[in-house]
């Protein structure tokens, strides 16, 4: 079946720092990644989609200099939280699509915990 | 955005046969309707979906009610592996639409 990578698994770093999260579908192209926030007893939160070539389409509430997607190739999409505080401590998680439609399933990253001190 | 409603949370005995319910009332007649399941600290996993036809694949069975107003995910032998939080979700403008879910726990 479909493989989506996710990398780091977990991070932790201090207050102020940039962090790069790499989401990689393995064995399809993957046109429009998605990413997600999550936090502890909450449901998925749909931050941005991400769309191969273009420029990614954020949700409503979400800062698009505060978090930075590139979907430079078919097959990765990075997220980047800059200048990185406390409150956002989350657990993000991509997905990507494999074709387009309503009757394609999203496959999911093993999602990155992102902790900032 | 069509939204939809599960229960918080369900109890069911292991290798017993499991139905989690799911209202979708105000879906459109495009929507289709996907299920995921989430373990702790992992991403969402596909389990199945459909848009008016019962589906059937190796991990469930997705029964669609004829007005497509509710839905319900079969697991025909659960076991300890398949406690999980479930979410039914409706595909609305390429997006799913993410609820809270139902946390199934299996006891043994």
């Known amino acids: 079946g479909a493989v989506v990578s996710q990398h780091p698994s977990w991070v932790i770093c201090k207050s102020g720092t940039s962090v790069k999260i790499e989401c990689r579908s393995l064995?399809?192209?993957?046109?429009?990644m998605f990413w997600y926030r999550q936090f502890p007893k909450q449901s998925l939160m749909l931050m941005a989609t991400?769309?191969?070539?273009?420029?990614?389409?954020?949700e409503q509430g979400v800062e698009k200099d505060k978090f930075l997607i590139n979907h430079a190739s078919l097959t990765l999409s990075t997220l980047t939280v800059t200048s990185a505080h406390p409150e956002d401590s989350s657990f993000y998680i991509c997905?990507?699509?494999?074709?387009?439609?309503?009757?394609?399933?999203?496959?999911f990253g093993d999602g990155t915990r992102l902790s900032i001190l | 955005d069509a939204k939809t409603t599960q229960p918080n949370s369900m109890e069911s005995n292991e290798e017993e046969p499991v139905h989690l319910p799911c209202n979708h009332s105000?879906?459109?007649?495009?929507?289709?309707i996907h299920w995921y399941r989430q373990l702790p600290s992992q991403g969402p996993e596909y389990v199945i979906h459909?848009?008016?036809?019962?589906v059937n694949n190796r991990m469930a069975s997705l029964a669609i009610a004829e007005d497509r107003k509710s839905s319900t995910l079969i697991l025909h032998r659960a076991t300890l592996r398949d406690a999980a939080v479930y979410y039914c979700?409706?595909?609305?403008?390429?997006?799913?639409?993410w609820g809270a879910g139902t946390k199934l726990i299996i006891k043994p």
């Open positions: 997905s990507a699509r494999d074709g387009t439609g309503g009757n394609q399933p999203q496959h």
């Open positions: 064995d399809f192209q993957a046109t429009t």
């Open positions: 991400s769309n191969e070539g273009s420029k990614a389409t954020y």
């Open positions: 105000t879906i459109s007649g495009t929507d289709y």
């Open positions: 459909g848009l008016t036809s019962n």
């Open positions: 979700i409706s595909y609305s403008n390429y997006q799913l639409i």
